[in-house]
């Protein structure tokens, strides 16, 4: 069964980094607009950044700019958010998003940003 799968999450201090990793299984991303979001409890599933099929073009929300970086590899069916300088404030749990929609989401993976 096709599905998007993510890694990487994990527990880091604050100032610290993580890449996170999206993976197609059963199917190839290269086709696909890829997005990450982001969830907290009690809260709506925020867009973090979105990268494109065609030119790999990025957009960031304005709470990550400068510290977020999303790419993708399409060799390896993979798209990478990197995150640099990480703030308790960005604990959640991520999933990437096929076309950029928080309904075609996988299971996603926690970040917890903790001293």
């Known amino acids: 069964q096709p599905q998007l799968v993510e890694s990487g999450g994990g527990l880091v201090q604050p100032g610290g980094s993580l890449r996170l990793s999206c993976a197609g299984s059963g199917f190839l991303l290269n086709y696909y607009a890829i997005g990450w979001f982001r969830q907290t409890p009690g809260k709506e599933r925020e867009g973090v950044s979105c990268?494109?099929?065609?030119?790999?073009?990025?957009h960031y929300a304005d709470s990550v700019e400068g510290r977020f970086t999303i790419s993708r590899d399409n060799a390896k069916n993979t798209v990478w958010l990197q995150m640099s300088s990480l703030k308790p404030e960005d604990t959640a749990v991520y999933y990437c998003?096929?076309?950029?929609?928080?309904?075609?989401g996988g299971q996603g993976t926690q970040v917890t940003v903790s001293s």
């Open positions: 998003a096929l076309n950029c929609n928080p309904a075609y």
């Open positions: 990268i494109s099929s065609e030119d790999g073009s990025a």
